[in-house]
Structure formats: C-alpha cells, structure tokens
T-cell receptor, first 112, second 114 residues
C-alpha cells in the first residue's frame, strides 16, 4: 500500500528565517506530487505540483519554492519567511494518471 | 475555469439526525467531484468521489453524495449523524481525469450535539 509522510509536524520560525518542509511517498513510483496550503477560513490553495523529478509548476506567486530531487521526495522551501507564510501545509500525491489526491498529515507553520 | 461553493461554513445537527452538507460547483467541462473530511490537526481523508457513471456515490462512514448536473450540485448526506462525524468537510472539483489539481471549497464545519 501507499503511504505519505511529511515533517516536521509543527514548526515555529522567526520572520526572515529559512524554511524546509519535506515529504516522501512510499509504495508507488512516478507519482504526481502537490503542496497545498490551508489558511484559517480560506480552504485549501494549491501552491505547487510536480509530474516528475525536477519538474515543478507554481500555481501562485509567493515567497515559497518547491523542489523534487528524487522521484518520491518533494520539498517546500523559503529563503526568508514572512508572517503571511503561517498556515497548515499539506503534501499530497496522486497516481501518474489519476485525479484523486491523497494527503499527508500536514505541517503547522507559525511565523513569529 | 472551475469553482466550488459550500453553503454554510458551520452546520450543527443532533446525534442521530440527518446530515446534509451542500456543495455547488461551476465547471466548463464535465467535472470530477470529491468530498474530503478533515479531523482536527490532521490531513484530509477522501470520503467519496464522482467521476462518471452512477450519479449516487457511496463513500466511507455511511456518507453518500448525489451528482445533479441540472442543479450543478454535489451535496453530501448521511442518514444518521454520529458524534465521530464532527469534523470539517471539503468539497472539491477537478477539470481533468488525469490531474490532482483540485479546486476546493471553503469547507463546512460539522458539529454533532448529543
């Protein structure tokens, strides 16, 4: 079966500090990978998606970036965090030709 | 372009009562529709989905939803609410069969009173 893990689960970072959230998927190959952000009362917003190693598409302009160094690894980064980057970040995956996405447990980021 | 509107950010029902969570969508192409549930501080779990075929879709935990093209709706129902159903529910739409780029509604928080 397939599993998805992301870490850390909780992070408190000062404004201007860097960020790295990691996500890995097990039990599948060539998955599509996604980063979503959930802000309070605003639903979920797709930030990035990737269909393969090194292939990243950004959905919204922002202070964040994503990378996919390996087939089943997806990383969300920032060089300098802003207060507005606070939120709940969710990694997700889907089959290469599938439309159903499966979420990780999420990471709470608080920028102070 | 696709969009999703969930009517009612908060819904409160008594235990054993009918649960009805409303979702309306907008799509220029045949939609793929989803309901996800999120328990506090957790990721989202797929409840059910509609792609093609039968318009009444059954999911986990006794939930079901009906795709009504004429009403552009995909409402989620459960005949009898349980305390464990208290959570946030998200409706989502996808424009394509081979992408997980979902457009989510704002979510509906379901409260179940004893």
């Amino acid at each position: 079966s397939q599993t998805i893990h992301q870490w850390p689960a909780t992070l408190v970072q000062p404004v201007g500090s860097p960020l790295s959230l990691e996500c890995t998927v097990e039990g599948t190959s060539n998955p599509n990978l996604y980063w979503y952000r959930q802000a309070a009362g605003r639903g979920l917003q797709l930030l990035f998606y990737s269909v393969g190693i090194g292939q990243i598409s950004s959905e919204v302009p922002q202070n964040l970036s994503a990378s996919r160094p390996q087939d089943r690894q997806f990383i969300l980064s920032s060089k300098k965090l802003l207060l507005s980057d606070s939120g709940f970040y969710l990694c997700a995956w889907s089959w290469e030709t599938g439309n159903t996405i499966y979420f990780g447990e999420g990471s709470w980021l608080t920028v102070v | 372009a696709q969009s999703v509107t969930q009517l009612g950010s908060h819904v409160s029902v008594s235990e054993g009562a009918l649960v009805l969570l409303r979702c309306n969508y907008s799509s220029s192409v045949p939609p793929y529709l989803f309901w996800y549930v999120q328990y506090p501080n957790q990721g989202l779990q797929l409840l059910l989905k509609y792609t093609t075929g039968a318009t009444l879709v059954k999911g986990i935990n006794g939930f079901e939803a009906e795709f009504k093209k004429s009403e552009t709706s995909f409402h989620l129902t459960k005949p009898s609410a349980h305390m464990s159903d208290a959570a946030e529910y998200f409706c989502a739409v996808s424009a394509s069969s081979n992408t997980g780029k979902l457009i989510f509604g704002q979510g509906t928080t379901l409260q179940v009173k004893p």
